[in-house]
């Protein structure tokens, strides 16, 4: 039974306790700062916060005293040297069969801290941390300090190794839109995953790239995106250039992954070798961005979809969850307690957590739902909050 | 001797620099920013981003002129002189 809800917002992290059988919220903590995620450490009870600062730059927040107090840390940066190759959203004059000009270089620096994933059991203190502009970020003191993984850093489709010269390889990374709000075009890494069979078995989905596996604990990286669909891509099958939007599995099936995708819904049982589509666009199961998968069954996922992609809201003002029980060969929708008229929310790639038989969600709207059977039933727990970034249970 | 006067706005994570008078040797805007994070460890860290240069939003003043070179913080600061941090405030 969930004790506690996170929620990065806007304008702070909100913390809803379990009370008496009800949920309760704390005052705004992190006030007027917006926070893109906020979670509890299983492990050892720590929460932490991603602040994204519009001023002072992305800090991670931390406390040790559940929530009393927070100590900023800024020591989640790129070392000196790290650069990326620029790619920039193709312009109406655009030719694609222009010939390739030189790379243009960037000096990185952090723009937000989009993902904080923890380590096993069996590795305290080790945390992870995927920013934008798509490094991924490893400590093993409990958040003290951090160090960029180089290998992904430095993979093959980015170019290579930046830090030793010029570029040895073309970059095929693309950006997400959600770097836009600093004026730039980045990936950024926003999905962490740790098989809890084996620690050093990591994947991470990066927008826009693709899902990728390291098997050797970070120290080389392969891409696994084989399946998965960009439909407004010249090659919608490309190697690289995907755009997952949330990817996560099922731990006590960790072969078993869902991914809601800018272009569907995918599932993958053989450990992300092969995705398959399995959007049900009739039944509205297509467009959105987070999904939850069961703790158990592998088979079993949730997705709160959305009208695609151009107008980004709840489908003809309904909202609803969908469920599957079968791998996504068939969706139930569930309604009971969700706005059915006038609602126009929309729940972003952090914004849906399961826990056992709950489920809760936060939107942009600043609404919040819970359910305590598995998403058939919802409660609202709050309508005024500010634009929800991220849902996690504690 | 020069002086800096900081944003309010960042007294929230510096308290210790709320209430007194912030003064520095004169020399280069780094070198004065290097002064006062003695005085409040990681203030650089809210201004400058990962390779050490000025973050987008921020602005630095020598008494009426903004600096220049954002990327090495160079522009010196003479004695005398006042050092003013702010930053653009936007959105609801």
């Given at each position: ?51 994204d600062h519009g001023h002072w730059g992305p800090k991670l927040s931390r406390s040790r ?330 | ?92």
């Amino acid at each position: 039974m969930p004790e506690m809800i996170l929620l990065g917002t806007r304008k702070g992290t909100v913390i809803f306790d379990r009370i008496d059988g009800g949920w309760r919220p704390r005052p705004i903590m992190h006030a007027g700062v917006p926070v893109c995620y906020a979670v509890r450490d299983p492990r050892n009870d720590t929460l932490w916060a991603s602040l994204d600062h519009g001023h002072w730059g992305p800090k991670l927040s931390r406390s040790r005293d559940d929530g009393a107090t927070w100590q900023d840390i800024a020591s989640v940066k790129y070392p000196v040297g790290a650069r990326y190759i620029v790619k920039y959203l193709p312009t109406p004059d655009f030719d694609p069969e222009a010939p390739t000009g030189q790379p243009e270089y960037a000096d990185a620096s952090v723009l937000k801290i989009w993902t904080i994933g923890f380590g096993s059991d069996n590795q305290p203190g080790r945390l992870y941390a995927g920013t934008i502009p798509g490094g991924l970020f490893v400590s093993d003191d409990d958040g003290d300090s951090w160090q960029l993984n180089r290998p992904l850093w430095n993979h093959d489709t980015r170019g290579g190794d930046l830090f030793a010269g010029d570029a040895t390889s073309e970059n095929l990374w693309g950006g997400t839109p959600a770097s836009i709000d600093y004026g730039l075009f980045e990936p950024g890494i926003h999905s962490i995953i740790v098989d809890p069979r084996d620690p050093d078995h990591l994947y991470v989905a990066v927008s826009s790239a693709g899902v990728l596996e390291t098997t050797d604990g970070g120290q080389s990286w392969q891409g696994r995106s084989r399946g998965m669909l960009m439909d407004y891509m010249p090659d919608p099958a490309a190697e690289w250039g995907h755009d997952p939007h949330f990817v996560t599995c099922c731990p006590g099936q960790p072969d078993h992954l869902w991914q809601q995708n800018h272009c569907g819904v995918f599932y993958s049982d053989d450990g992300a070798r092969n995705w398959r589509k399995v959007s049900m666009p009739d039944s509205g199961v297509h467009f959105g961005f987070p999904v939850a998968a069961d703790a158990n069954d592998g088979r079993t996922a949730w997705v709160v979809p959305a009208r695609a992609d151009s107008e980004r809201m709840a489908i003809d003002g309904g909202l609803f969850v969908a469920r599957t029980n079968d791998g996504g060969q068939s969706w139930q929708s569930f309604r009971q307690g969700l706005p059915q008229q006038n609602a126009y929310d929309i729940v972003l790639r952090h914004g849906l957590d399961i826990s056992g038989d709950h489920l809760c969600f936060g939107s942009t709207t600043g609404n919040l739902y819970l359910s305590e059977d598995r998403g058939e039933s919802w409660q609202c727990l709050g309508n005024n909050l500010p634009p929800v970034y991220s849902v996690r249970f504690g | 001797m020069t002086t800096v006067e900081i944003t309010p706005h960042l007294y929230r994570y510096f308290p210790q620099l709320k209430n007194r008078t912030i003064r520095a040797p004169a020399g280069s805007v780094a070198q004065i920013l290097r002064a006062v994070d003695e005085i409040a460890p990681g203030f650089k860290d809210y201004l400058l981003d990962d390779q050490g240069r000025l973050r987008r939003h921020v602005h630095i003043s020598i008494n009426d002129t903004l600096v220049v070179d954002r990327k090495t913080l160079s522009d010196r600061v003479p004695d005398g002189g006042t050092l003013y941090i702010f930053q653009a405030l936007s959105g609801g």
